[in-house]
């Protein structure tokens, strides 16, 4: 265990130097600000450090060196160390310090960078070298874009190219300037350029970054505005940003429709058609109506809105049938632009066969027959068969067949009557019974012809109780007694 620890302690010994730098320090120029370059170590019981360095990155892995120490000893190299000589301060190690450190006091540009930390030490007799780095940042904010240009800038046409430029002081570090496009309708912002490519102006210890772009205008952009933010890695959002626009995008009409009722519907005589034209188009589009390639305006069959944008008529005729064609133009620099859309509208004619019943708007103009009732249905009249006049019909019909057989029968009935008392009178004539019938003529001759089936119905007590004479009858005379009766009876 004792023998694992002391191993494990010579194992520590061999690398054990450890070397401590800040890895980053931002520094800005507005304020006085110093850098200050601290190189710690520490070191194992059987090291000893001999020298330490600061440098400055030349390109690649070559550091030019600033600062010398050895123990208790700091200067400035001669080469490349002069020039901080009045505006820094530099401190050595010793026995109760492990530090190295250069100090400098009034940053400027030119001490942004990267720094190195060598540490020349030995371990028992051998020597090595060991290294740290130190990243200094020039900590200055993006400024908003001093210039931000848009040429052509106004009454674009659509694929016209337009300039962008922007200029900006991006700060540092990582200062980008950004172009974007804002959609207006979609509150999106599009990027549509950016840039890394930074000018160092040293003199003014300022990054200044230069963007310029072409784009090529589509009608989508109308509306759209333009931006130019500049940024870098200390920016906090939003950045600083310059806005151009919104631009206006001139473009002809196009995408030209007509809305209009389902023109898969059928149409009929009397139905109201209202077309409406729909055309996207900067300036708005002016609309035209033709009809069967003629052009038409408001009169008494069309009626067009004010802006033009919707045609209504009633269709009174088959011949309203045919193509409704729409024309959307505008002006564009003297130019003028269209694009139009049609329809073709087809009115029916009556289906006798599919509509048996006559179909009508309404029932005041309703052809029925006597025997229909006129109904609306659905905005539209029919005619339906009336039950109730049918069985009227039926009725009347039975009566006047039922009069018309009782007349004749009664009729028939009276000639057969008048005929049987003529043959009375003339067997009166004949003198056989010259009282009696004679007596009994008128009644004879009042004798209705409801009774007459009961005088053959005529009894035989009834006849025989009143008729001596009457068996004297000649056998002719048999219908006498059967008209005979009545005059009993009553
Ligand atoms: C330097 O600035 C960057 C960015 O803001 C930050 O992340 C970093 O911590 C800063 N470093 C120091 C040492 O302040
Ligand atoms: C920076 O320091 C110098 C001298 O040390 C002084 O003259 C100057 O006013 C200081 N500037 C600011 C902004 O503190
Ligand atoms: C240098 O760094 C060490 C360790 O980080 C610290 O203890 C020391 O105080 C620093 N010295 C100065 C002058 O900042
Ligand atoms: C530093 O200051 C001294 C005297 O103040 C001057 O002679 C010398 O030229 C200065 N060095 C630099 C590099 O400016
Ligand atoms: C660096 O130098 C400035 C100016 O002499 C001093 O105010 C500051 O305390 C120094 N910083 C360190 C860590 O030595
Ligand atoms: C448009 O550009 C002209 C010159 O090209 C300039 O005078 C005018 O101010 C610009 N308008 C806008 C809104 O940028
Ligand atoms: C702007 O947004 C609308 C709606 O999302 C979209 O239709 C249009 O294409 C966009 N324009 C551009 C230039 O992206
Ligand atoms: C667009 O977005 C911004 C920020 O995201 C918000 O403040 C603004 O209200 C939005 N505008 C619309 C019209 O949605
Ligand atoms: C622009 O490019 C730089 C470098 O590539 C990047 O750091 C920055 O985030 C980009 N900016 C935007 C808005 O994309
Ligand atoms: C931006 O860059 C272009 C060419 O890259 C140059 O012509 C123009 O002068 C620059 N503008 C500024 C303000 O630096
Ligand atoms: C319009 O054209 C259609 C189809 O060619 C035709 O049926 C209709 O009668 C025409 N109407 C007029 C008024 O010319
Ligand atoms: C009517 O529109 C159709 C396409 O919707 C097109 O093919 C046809 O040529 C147009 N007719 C006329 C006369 O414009």
Redesign the pocket.
Known sequence: MVTLFIGLLFIKGISSLTITTPPEINVSLVSNSSIVLNCTFELDVNERVRNVYWGKKLHGTDYNKLAEFAYKIAIYNKEHGLSLENRSNIHSFSDTSQSAILNITDARCEDVGQYQCEVEFSVGSIGKTDQKYTDVYLQANAERPTTFSVHPNNSLEEHEILNIACVAVVGSP?G?L?IWEQNVSSNTST?LK???KVYIDTDHCISVANLTMTYKVSRHNNGAKFMC?S?NKFTKEPAPAAEFGPIEVLYGPSNTRINSFDLNAQLFIKDSVILECISDGNPNPIYAWKFNHSSIGNNSKFNISTDKSKLSFTVTNISNSGLYQCVAFNYIKGNMFHSSSNVTITVQGRHEEEYPMELVKTCLENPCLFIQNCIMRNGSAFCSINIWAVVAIVFISLALILGTTTMSLIFARRTQKKNTVSSTEEVDMGGYLSPVGHADRSNYASLGQETVHEYSTMRNRDLFSHGSNYEVLGQNTVHVYSTMQNTDLI
């Open positions: 990582h980008s950004a990027l950016n840039t890394s933010s940024r």
